[in-house]
């Protein structure tokens, strides 16, 4: 199994929360097998999503498609940082 872990501020949570909930058949169809989604005590604005995916490969595919740019964009993500493992 290939992990992702993607660490990012986003305007509000709440909004950003259903956007990512549902996109959710989405990243199913794209190689997501498992998620986790933790926000720092501190700033409940900043989100770490921890995943596991079919591959690297299709995980990038995903994240980089322009329907996913689109996505982050619109649920106010924040200059995403992405480690692939």
Same mark, same amino acid.
């Given at each position: 199994?290939?992990? *992702? /872990?993607?660490? &990012?501020? *986003?305007? @509000?949570?709440?909004? !950003? #929360?259903?956007?990512? @909930?549902?996109?959710?058949?989405?990243?199913?169809?794209? $190689?997501?097998?498992?998620?986790?989604?933790?926000?720092?005590?501190? %700033?409940? %604005?900043? *989100?770490? &999503? +921890?995943?596991? !995916?079919?591959?690297?490969?299709?995980?990038?595919? +995903?994240?980089?498609?322009?329907? /996913?740019? #689109?996505?982050?964009?619109?649920? $106010? *993500?924040?200059?995403?940082? +992405?480690?692939? !493992?």
């Amino acid at each position: 199994m290939q992990y *992702v /872990l993607i660490i &990012h501020e *986003v305007e @509000d949570y709440e909004s !950003w #929360k259903k956007i990512f @909930d549902d996109a959710s058949d989405i990243r199913r169809e794209a $190689g997501e097998r498992a998620y986790q989604v933790l926000k720092y005590e501190s %700033n409940p %604005n900043k *989100v770490v &999503h +921890f995943s596991s !995916w079919t591959s690297i490969e299709d995980a990038k595919r +995903f994240f980089e498609s322009p329907e /996913l740019v #689109k996505i982050r964009a619109d649920a $106010g *993500v924040k200059s995403p940082d +992405f480690i692939y !493992w």
